[in-house]
């Protein structure tokens, strides 16, 4: 059975740090690229940051992250992370993993994917 397991989210005041965690099983990992996106309820789901299937490049398309967020994944334990410092209010949304074999230059498009995680809550507060 494919999962992507989603976790790390929580309530965090304005200007702490979250780490979250996206845990695959049941697909050959290291061939998908992996995305993280955002959602707040009566928007769309938006790209926030993208890693390679391999872990060597990296891409984050919301330049309010860049700076703050760093994505990173671990091809051993089949998990990657999205690291994210100096939260702001306007991070508070339902955070999604995602992993795609579409090539990298569709990573942003989150109709490309095959795989999506539960997503978990980001709640910032002022």
């Known amino acids: 059975e494919v999962q992507l397991q989603a976790s790390g989210g929580g309530l965090v005041q304005a200007g702490g740090s979250l780490r979250l965690s996206c845990a695959a099983s049941g697909f050959t990992f290291e061939d998908y690229h992996i995305g993280w996106f955002r959602q707040v309820p009566g928007q769309g789901r938006e790209g926030v940051s993208f890693?390679?299937?391999?872990?060597?490049?990296?891409?984050y398309s919301n330049p309010v992250v860049k700076g703050r967020f760093t994505i990173s994944r671990d091809n051993a334990e089949n998990t990657v992370y999205l690291q994210m410092d100096n939260l702001r209010p306007e991070d508070t949304a339902v955070y999604y993993c995602?992993?795609?074999?579409?090539?990298?230059?569709?990573?942003?498009?989150?109709?490309?994917?095959?795989?999506w995680g539960q997503g978990t809550l980001v709640t910032v507060s002022s």
């Open positions: 890693i390679d299937d391999g872990g060597l490049v990296k891409y």
């Open positions: 995602g992993a795609t074999k579409a090539p990298w230059r569709y990573v942003r498009i989150s109709g490309r994917y095959h795989y």
